[in-house]
């Protein structure tokens, strides 16, 4: 979306290694940050959130940390899984980014 | 099960044709959504609805009609249908209005094939 940029578009990472996927977005007021994932041929799943007035929030292997002063945040994937490949939206504001094509390389 | 549900899942139609495509949720949701997601991935909103109210009608040819019977229904109708209506269409729905502020639970989409 316009108010949301993503990056990178694709990441290929070795199993067991760590993936970082970054998003900027431009309205202030943008104050809850969701994460989606999206397995081949299904809709898009929530994996994890964070609210502004929080600066980073972790589930297990997947966390999520929130600049709001340089208005950007990131989703961090650690010890990768195959299971892990699948594209990745961030979102504010309703508006979602244009996702990134994560591959897990056994 | 509690979900989104949407049908049909695959859609080949001619051009110019009316088609229609259901969406239900049984999560107790206030508010629905319909997105469309092109070739390259991107998704965009289309329409939104809370309690059967349209609250979000982004730039879409009035060919596309979202018709809201109750809270937990969204279906879109799209008339004279094009080439370039060919994408996958998502339903949706969260709790409380105001996309941005809640997530969203997806259906698992409906993948509508123009020719």
């Known amino acids: 979306g316009e108010n949301v940029e993503q990056h990178p578009s694709t990441l290929s990472v070795q199993e067991g290694d760590s993936a970082v996927i970054k998003c900027t977005y431009s309205d202030s007021a943008s104050n809850y940050f969701p994460w989606y994932k999206q397995e081949l041929g299904k809709g898009p799943q929530l994996i994890i959130d964070i609210r502004s007035n929080v600066g980073e929030k972790k589930d297990q292997r997947i966390a999520v940390t929130l600049n709001k002063t340089a208005k950007h945040f990131s989703l961090h994937i650690t010890e990768t899984q195959p299971e892990d490949s699948a594209v990745y939206f961030c979102a504010a504001s309703g508006d979602f980014g244009t996702g990134t094509s994560l591959t897990v390389i056994p | 099960d509690t979900a989104v549900s949407q049908t049909p899942k695959y859609l080949v139609t001619q051009m110019g044709n009316d088609k229609s495509i259901k969406c239900e949720q049984n999560?107790?949701?206030?508010?629905m959504y319909w997105y469309k997601q092109d070739s390259k991935k991107f998704l965009k909103i289309m329409f939104s609805y809370n309690n059967k109210e349209l609250i979000i009608n982004e730039t879409v040819p009035n060919r596309f009609s979202p018709k809201s019977p109750d809270k937990a229904h969204l279906n879109l109708h799209i008339n004279s249908l094009e080439l370039g209506d060919s994408a996958v269409y998502f339903c949706?729905?969260?709790?409380?209005?105001?996309?941005?502020?809640?997530?969203?639970?997806f259906g698992s989409g409906t993948r509508l094939t123009v020719v």
């Open positions: 999560l107790g949701h206030d508010t």
């Open positions: 949706a729905s969260s709790n409380l209005p105001g996309p941005g502020n809640y997530g969203y639970t």
